[in-house]
């Protein structure tokens, strides 16, 4: 594997996307949408920007509108997205219903869908959390039965991020098999407005939106499926395992930017006319905050190259980087808020939100106790 640096391309790229992050997407901005009760969460029109950026587009190929770059370009970016807390549907459309798309489609699909993702036209979902499974990815109840017109929908699905506000989903379901079983999985597109889809809008703890997806004989075509029907377990992962990385470059940006924040505090707070970052014990915790930020680039840097170069160690190293940035995103945080001390704790100061999106993202795509079990797992453990 390469060395975990930055190319010259990539370095001009991060300078690129932090200035446009830095003029155009201030962390204030979600205190506003939230106020307002804005019903998607982002904003359309920052999305339709990073779409003319290119960025929805990075990792899609040419022929279908995108840059055909690597998942080591993207993670550059989505640091600076993630450094922003911009809520924009990254997750939802590209990492994980486009990542299915792409890695699942026919010519046809793809045609008629990435070229849209490339160029953030449309939003997304990935629609295959279900209530109780806790992380767990093989374990779907949702059932799809042949019918006269393809295949019949039953079903819940849960944490289904920008659910409410997304065209069409990527709902995940079983052929056959029972609950837990890799085998009998299928993935299908389902337009949200298709007779018996049901989605109920909910707001997480970051403000961020996500949905509860019911399917209640939801008629599709067999041209819907993504790929096989009972053969999607497979697919499943991977596209897991990419927008674990995708995430995680967010999370190390959200990490990155509280530490600087902090930092930037302790040099300017003084408390009994002394400057407190000159305060020892501070120091020290300080220090273990840049810790955490540079072993969570590390492994963010190394999985994300290791999809890049199809290396079969790429689930290995997703895990090893959500249970990395998941516990440190949380850490640095928590440490973020509390020594800005009782201004740390008020609405009207941005770090808060920083603590709110750890919470969030830590729990989201498996947490820090699932990914080092899944670790072990693949050890053979």
């Known amino acids: 594997m ?3 640096v930055l190319t010259e391309e990539q370095e001009l790229l991060r300078t690129t996307a932090a200035d446009f992050v830095k003029a155009n997407l201030p962390v204030g901005r979600l205190r506003r949408m939230r106020d307002a009760g804005d019903p998607l969460g982002f904003s359309p029109e920052a999305w339709k920007r990073m779409g003319e950026l290119g960025w929805p587009g990075i990792v899609m190929p040419e022929e279908f509108g995108g840059l055909g770059l690597g998942y080591a370009d993207l993670a550059v970016v989505l640091e600076q997205v993630g450094a922003a807390l911009a809520p924009e549907p990254f997750l939802s459309t590209v990492l994980l219903a486009g990542n299915a798309i792409l890695l699942g489609g026919d ?6 869908w990435l070229p849209r993702v490339a160029a953030a036209d449309v939003v997304l979902a990935f629609a ?6 806790r992380h767990r990815p093989m374990r779907v109840r949702t059932r799809a039965e042949k019918s006269s017109r393809g295949f019949r929908l039953t079903g819940q ?7 409410d506000g997304a065209e069409a989903l990527v709902v995940s379901a079983r ?9 009998g999985l299928a993935l299908f597109l389902v337009d949200r407005r298709a007779p018996g889809v049901a989605v109920r809008a909910q707001q997480l703890v970051d403000h961020r939106r996500s949905a509860l997806v019911s399917l209640d004989g939801v008629e599709v075509p067999e041209s819907a499926a993504l790929g096989k029907p009972g053969e999607a377990g497979p697919l499943v992962e991977q596209v897991l395992d990419r927008a674990v990385v ?14 600087e924040s902090t930092v930037a505090y302790l040099r300017e707070r003084k408390q009994f006319g002394v400057v407190i970052g000159t305060f020892q014990a501070l120091k020290h915790r300080a220090a273990r905050m ?7 680039r590390s492994a963010v840097m190394a999985a994300a190259r290791a ?6 160690d790429a689930g290995l190293l997703a895990s090893v980087a959500k249970a990395r940035l998941s516990e440190g995103y949380v850490a640095v945080a928590n440490e973020a808020v509390q020594m800005h001390g009782g201004i740390g704790m008020t609405d009207e100061y941005d770090i808060g939100f920083y603590l709110k999106r750890a919470r969030a993202a830590e729990q989201t795509l498996g947490d820090a106790a699932f990914h080092r079990d899944r670790f072990a797992a693949l050890q053979g453990f």
């Open 246 to 259: 995708g995430l995680c470059a967010e999370m190390l940006g959200g990490m990155a930017c509280a530490f």
């Open 128 to 133: 295959h959390h279900e209530p109780g499974a």
């Open 175 to 183: 052929v056959s098999g029972g609950a837990d079983d890799r085998d």
């Open 290 to 296: 840049l810790v955490e930020v540079e072993l969570g």
């Open 107 to 112: 010519d046809e699909q793809k045609k008629a």
């Open 307 to 312: 999809i890049d170069a199809g290396s079969p």
């Open 2 to 4: 390469s060395d975990l």
């Open 157 to 163: 699905k849960d944490m289904v991020f920008d659910g």
